[in-house]
């Protein structure tokens, strides 16, 4: 991926921010809920429904920045017909120095995500 010189400084700066990261798995947990949703021909209303929550709760719960309780987030998978796998905790590893001093990469799922690319 090409970054531009500015967006590199910025998102070099708040890569490994928690607030960054949490507003990252937010919009990863909403795309696939949407998706599934979609599968299975659901709305914000039957979702909610079959989560026991209203319809307004469940539509923040699915916007991005959104921080739901380990609770929450399995009775969206189960309202979903889905499972919950246990999340990957991987290491940073780090990249060969390219002159710069910055070398490190995070590696997300088995595939490297930031700098360079």
Do not use: C
């Not at 937010?26 to 929550?53: H, N, P």
């Not at 060969?96 to 590696?107: A, C, H, S």
């Amino acid at each position: 991926m090409h970054m531009s010189p500015w967006f590199k400084a910025h998102y070099d700066r708040i890569k490994n921010d928690p607030d960054y990261l949490v507003a990252e798995l937010s919009l990863e947990i909403s795309e696939r809920a949407y998706m599934r949703m979609e599968e299975l021909g659901l709305t914000q209303a039957e979702l909610a429904t079959r989560m026991g929550l209203s319809q307004p709760y469940v539509a923040k719960l699915l916007s991005v920045g959104s921080n739901m309780t380990l609770m929450t987030l399995v009775k969206l998978a189960q309202a979903l017909e889905m499972k919950v796998e246990f999340p990957q905790f991987t290491p940073i590893v780090p990249e060969p120095e390219n002159g710069n001093g910055r070398g490190v990469k995070r590696v997300r799922r088995g595939r490297k995500v930031g700098v360079g690319g």
